[in-house]
């Protein structure tokens, strides 16, 4: 059974859509994360959730916005895509995000692609 | 300059070597974490820090808070160890949350 999940795995679409990627964990966490991992191989926090309140928000276009229905689920949409979006999208989660916090369990990445 | 430094950023070593992976930072940290990302993009993370020493199988991390530098030792290594090993710290922000900073990462190779 998949701790963190991620689906689609793969994404392909065109300039100006709009898509969703979810997430999911089952593991009991309070916290989840996107990360965005850029050609180059770069790995940059986006946002994280703790108990379904936004707690990090990086710098990141207002076309991302994080879902939090619950706090097994992190989904994230993202508004009039562009070229410079092509990237691999994680999601993690983790538990406690304080001082007591465990590590961050990772889900399988997904890889969009904007054409 | 970039506030995570990882070196060396490309390692090589044949099998059975012990390995030596560091990363120093500049900014005051709340936990620091070791990840490994597989050549097929999964990432696993290996160990959270925020003081002294842990050891996982093969595997040990290390931490000076001080020095503001930790290492990853791979002991006995195998070609299965061979990954992109990043290292990220914690830290809490003026407004009161937390923000993650990555290292670039530390590819390496064992050789058979």
């Known amino acids: 059974d998949t701790a963190v999940s991620q689906t689609p795995k793969y994404l392909v679409t065109q300039m100006g859509n709009d898509k969703s990627i979810k997430c999911e964990q089952n593991?009991?966490?309070?916290?989840m994360y996107w990360y965005k991992q850029d050609s180059k191989k770069f790995l940059k926090i986006m946002f994280s959730?703790?108990?379904?309140?936004?707690?990090i928000n990086e710098t990141v276009p207002n076309r991302f916005s994080p879902k939090s229905p619950d706090k097994a689920h992190l989904n994230l949409h993202i508004n009039s895509l562009e070229l410079g979006d092509s990237a691999v999208y994680f999601c993690?989660?983790?538990?406690?995000?304080?001082?007591?916090?465990?590590?961050?369990?990772f889900g399988q990445g997904t890889r969009l692609t904007v054409v | 300059k970039n506030e995570v430094e990882q070196s060396p950023q490309n390692l090589t070593a044949q099998e059975g070597e012990f390995i030596t992976i560091n990363c120093s930072y500049s900014?005051?940290?709340?936990?620091l974490h070791w990840l490994q990302q597989h050549p097929g993009g999964g990432i696993v993370s290996l160990f959270m820090?925020?003081?002294g020493k842990k050891k996982h199988g093969r595997l040990i991390a290390t931490i000076n808070i001080q020095e503001k530098h930790s290492s990853l030792h791979i002991t006995a290594s195998h070609p299965r160890d061979s990954a992109v090993y990043i290292c990220?710290?914690?830290?809490?922000?003026?407004?009161?949350?937390?923000?993650?900073?990555f290292g670039t990462g530390t590819r390496l190779k064992v050789l058979a």
């Open positions: 820090l925020s003081s």
């Open positions: 900014v005051g940290i709340s936990a």
């Open positions: 593991l009991g966490h309070d916290t």
């Open positions: 990220a710290v914690r830290t809490l922000t003026t407004s009161g949350t937390y923000k993650y900073i």
């Open positions: 993690a989660s983790s538990q406690a995000h304080g001082q007591g916090g465990t590590e961050a369990f």
């Open positions: 959730y703790n108990n379904k309140e936004l707690i």
